[in-house]
């Protein structure tokens, strides 16, 4: 057997059905093998590395099983440094393939000549080069098992290109898979004896528990055990920005969104009352605790937290139980262990207590979700949306890049379907990955449509995509937030309390010309009529489609982030709405 044949046997026994890339100079062999194996596994062609390995992101957190994209030498491995280092960082698996230049080549001054290996190191679990073409099998072992077990992350391997040229007596090998390792999270560790039962009696002692369930919850797939423990406990649940949709939000425990970025009031004031704070699969980094400054009443002495890393467990706060272990594994311990006579009716009167502000929230928020303003609000795109995505009745994937649609996703967006999943990259916040994004989701599950939103300043990093969803016919409903500048930059620019913004400013795209030159389905919205008739038509059109929304730029009014509203004097915990300026004299 040639290398190339190797390779793409191991990813087949792996249970690898696509794999996303771009085509180079160095990587001709390995598309050889995979075009002999098109029923087996399906190529993805990006046109770009950093696109590729979007779409590899998406696919393993949409699904059990690590992504796999594969670039060629030089600067596509460059290119696809991003991707990979956010993927490592939000704990997501993903496999990328660096098919390098040969290793005769090696310190000659070869075109394209890179240490890889070393390049992703600091962003990766593991990354190595190969040697020799017989060492394949136990290498893509390896990577399956370091990208899938523990803390799910991304693994990357340099393969010489004259390794997959390289004849291998199939005698030698094995090229057997690990069952264990072909989904996520393999070998899943347990709660060490002892520790269930003392989480258990302190929910018993609580007066005001409370559940937080981080992105860890959604890697884990644990959605239904942490709704099953909440309502055997009837204890009451906020949500990190990556563990929105863990729980239904329509559910009465279903509190909100907690920490800086469009959080809700209610939501932190639970985080600030409660007696006992149980995290499960988050790191409680800066956007959780607003920089380490929220809640105001220390959570020293009240928190206990559930993670399947030991190193993040107690390393922000000390922690009055912490429990290793998998989220949906140890929530099924926890379910499992609660005595008969559990009493959780004591929790009633402060389930209602943050109902009664969640429903002060609510109300308050119909002033400004209701206005028709022109430009639109971005609050009142979520709500048309919110309200066509109710029609439509069938579960989506949402994609959101990070940048305008976040805050007001993350604390507009309702999502009643535990089908729907909502997905932001928020390790590094780079933008570009929505478009790119639907393709993965779509591959990871036809069924659902693949939804994208993005602003102005994402489309120009990866519009070339286009060309890919309109190839490849993937029905994604993309939804470009128009306002003609970086907005969230000129926003942190007029925090200083000036309007001397610099270097953020560009011309708003024509999003309509532009999808229609791809050939998408194109609109262009400005009213919120448009929108809610150009929505209803773009859910159900069969193909992709893009929707060019004008909106008010997000550094034109304070968006609901907890710190920028504290920076103008403005108490971010109020359930009343206010159009909070840049420019105006702080309180």
């Not at 792996?14 to 399906?42: C, H, K, M």
């Not at 230049?101 to 600091?122: H, Q, Y």
């Not at 209803?536 to 907890?562: K, Q, T």
Request: glycine content about 8%.
């Amino acid at each position: 057997m040639r290398g190339a044949d190797i390779l793409v046997e191991m990813l087949v026994n792996y249970g690898v059905d696509t794999i996303f890339g771009v085509p180079g100079d160095t990587n001709v062999p390995l598309y050889t093998a995979l075009q002999q194996r098109e029923s087996d596994i399906r190529h993805v062609m990006a046109r770009d590395e950093r696109s590729a390995g979007f779409m590899a992101d998406a696919y393993g957190r949409l699904t059990d099983k690590p992504g796999v994209f594969e670039c060629p030498s030089g600067a596509g491995a460059m290119y696809s440094l991003p991707p990979v280092a956010e993927s490592n960082a939000s704990s997501v698996p993903v496999i990328l393939l660096t098919i390098d230049i040969p290793l005769p080549g090696e310190g000659r001054g070869v075109i394209t000549e890179l240490d890889c290996a070393k390049l992703f190191e600091p962003v990766t679990k593991m990354s190595v080069q190969v040697k020799s073409a017989d060492k394949l099998p136990e290498i893509i072992r390896r990577a399956f098992r370091v990208a899938c077990s523990g803390t799910p992350g991304a693994v990357h391997l340099q393969i010489p290109e004259d390794l997959l040229k390289a004849d291998v007596d199939p005698e030698t090998i094995s090229l057997h898979a690990e069952t264990e390792c072909k989904t996520f999270p393999a070998f899943p560790m347990g709660p060490e004896p002892g520790k269930v039962e003392e989480l258990l009696a302190l929910f018993d002692k609580a007066e005001k528990p409370l559940l937080v369930a981080g992105g860890g919850v959604n890697r884990s797939c644990a959605g239904p055990e942490i709704t099953r423990l909440a309502e055997r406990l009837n204890v009451p649940l906020v949500n990190t920005m990556t563990g929105q949709d863990a729980m239904p939000d329509d559910h009465n425990l279903a509190i909100g969104v907690i920490g800086d970025n469009g959080f809700h009031p209610h939501a932190n004031r639970a985080l600030e009352e409660a007696d006992l704070v149980v995290f499960i699969g988050s790191k409680m980094g800066s956007v959780v605790t607003v920089g380490w400054t929220f809640p105001k009443i220390t959570l020293n002495k009240r928190v206990v937290q559930i993670d399947i890393n030991p190193e993040n467990l107690a390393n922000n706060f000390e922690n009055m139980l912490s429990v290793a272990g998998d989220a949906k594994l140890v929530l099924s311990h926890v379910i499992d262990s609660v005595p008969e006579g559990f009493n959780g009716a004591k929790h009633q009167p402060w389930v209602d207590h943050l109902n009664t502000y969640r429903a002060n929230f609510w109300s308050n928020a119909d002033i400004v979700l209701e206005r028709q303003d022109v430009p639109l609000r971005p609050e009142r795109v979520v709500k048309v949306f919110n309200d066509q995505l109710e029609t439509y009745g069938k579960p989506v994937h949402i994609l959101s890049d990070a940048g305008t649609p976040t805050p007001y996703m993350t604390r507009f967006l309702r999502i009643g379907d535990r089908r729907t999943r909502f997905v932001i990259p928020r390790a590094f916040g780079g933008l570009g990955s929505a478009i790119p994004a639907v393709a993965g989701a779509w591959f990871a599950d036809p069924e659902r449509k693949p939804i994208g939103m993005f602003g102005d300043g994402s489309l120009g990093m990866s519009a070339g995509e286009l060309e890919t969803l309109v190839r490849l016919r993937v029905p994604a409903m993309l939804m470009l937030f128009n306002n003609g500048c970086f907005g969230w930059i000129k926003g942190l620019h007029r925090l200083q309390g000036h309007n001397q913004c610099f270097g953020v400013d560009f011309l708003a795209p024509n999003g309509q010309a532009i999808g229609e030159a791809f050939g998408l389905k194109s609109w262009t919205v400005r009213t919120s009529d448009e929108l809610a008739s150009t929505l209803s038509e773009a859910f159900h059109y069969d193909g992709p489609c893009l929707l060019d929304i004008h909106v008010e730029s997000i550094a034109d009014r304070v968006p609901p982030v907890y710190s920028w509203l504290n920076r103008r004097g403005r108490n971010p915990m109020t359930f009343e709405t206010e159009d909070v300026t840049y420019l105006e004299p702080a309180q």
